[in-house]
């Protein structure tokens, strides 16, 4: 049956890891799991119980590229290792542009996945891009924006392009609400409204805002320098806990700046689509987040969310207090956002959309 069919996730992260992207691969790769024979290719760090790391049962088979000191030789690495492999799989996907453009170019089935422009990617990585466009092979992005994107940097008639947004596991759990608990989770480096929280924090004394993630020096400054009492560090907390302290928060907030950054710099807020955002929608939690056009692909104000200007404090604060007062509200766009997340948004609805793309490809 075609659900059987031998199918080699090749990935870049590294596995386990704290990274948004290694969560990523984890779950595309055991929702796809269920749908076809699933090996994933990764980079490994110190062994660690992956039930355990990611809170999910492991039921596709794992190979790991070698890692080394000379990049070069990690280049080489990841190109023969699935090649002396190469006609035990029926189709290939991932995030690892070099492996799998050179596994187009060998007239394999390929879907590569992007999250960023053509021109973000490296010299090598360009090249390969381009050429394997040009001979038509199928590309997944996470944004209608993205795709618009790459269209512009590639070719405008492109049409092999799919847009599959990032998604969560259903993390909602019957918890008693903390009241006036406002929560944050995620990534704490520039871009993602730290100044935002703190300040709003000072506005709201009766409030608790509970920050958590992975501590960095940017954000050390902020505690630091803060003489906010009512702000609460927590450290980052293992995937397995996250439903339980979300469904806690009386408001999850994504304050989202016009400049967001992920780990190494770069910007994305004109194309992403975080994790955070779908985790948040999984919970029956309310959301404030960001106005960013991107955000909008999937947020729509007063309808799964309420949308505030990423910089307009007074607009933060009022919109706290109105979620807090108006169960009404809070309840609809409660419901709207996991209706949306299970029609939608689940790795399980990502994978099936994965499958399409795929039988199209025999």
Not at 86 to 114: A, H, M, P, S, T
Not at 283 to 297: C, G
Request: hydrophobic letters at 40%.
């Amino acid at each position: 049956m075609f659900k059987r069919r031998r199918l080699a996730y090749i990935s870049n992260s590294t596995i386990p890891s704290f990274q948004a992207n290694s969560f990523h691969v984890i779950n595309m790769a055991h929702e796809l799991a269920k749908l076809f024979d699933v090996t994933l290719f990764s980079y490994s760090s110190k062994e660690r119980d992956l039930e355990k790391f990611y809170g999910l049962e492991i039921i596709f088979k794992k190979k790991y590229f070698k890692l080394s000191p000379a990049p070069i030789f990690n280049f080489f690495t990841m190109i023969f290792f699935p090649i002396l492999n190469l006609n035990q799989y029926d189709f290939f996907l991932g995030r690892n542009v070099k492996i799998l453009c050179y596994l187009f170019l060998l007239n394999k089935k390929v879907i590569l996945e992007l999250h960023q422009p053509v021109s973000r990617h490296s010299f090598l990585e360009r090249l390969l891009l381009k050429m394997c466009i040009k001979k038509g092979m199928d590309l997944v992005v996470i944004s209608k924006k993205l795709k618009k994107i790459i269209k512009k940097e590639v070719n405008q008639t492109y049409s092999k392009i799919s847009v599959l947004p990032d998604a969560s596991r259903d993390f909602y759990q019957r918890r008693v609400i903390k009241e006036n608990s406002i929560g944050y989770f995620g990534s704490l480096l520039p871009g993602r409204g730290l100044d935002i929280i703190f300040s709003i924090a000072k506005e709201l004394p009766k409030f608790r805002f509970n920050i958590f993630g992975k501590e960095n020096y940017y954000f050390q400054k902020f505690l630091k320098d803060s003489k906010t009492k009512n702000i609460f560090y927590h450290k980052f907390v293992n995937h397995t806990e996250i439903g339980k302290l979300m469904s806690q928060q009386s408001i999850l907030i994504a304050p989202y700046q016009k400049r967001t950054s992920v780990p190494g710099g770069a910007i994305t807020s004109e194309w992403m689509s975080p994790l955070k955002i779908f985790e948040y929608m999984s919970t029956k939690r309310p959301i404030i987040s960001s106005n960013l056009p991107v955000l909008k692909e999937v947020l729509i104000h007063r309808e799964n969310c309420m949308l505030v200007e990423p910089e307009d404090l007074n607009k933060w604060v009022i919109t706290i207090k109105q979620i807090r007062s108006d169960k009404k509200l809070q309840n609809y766009i409660v419901r709207n956002a996991y209706k949306d997340f299970l029609k939608k948004y689940s790795w399980k609805v990502r994978a099936e959309n994965y499958s399409k793309i795929l039988k199209r490809m025999v």
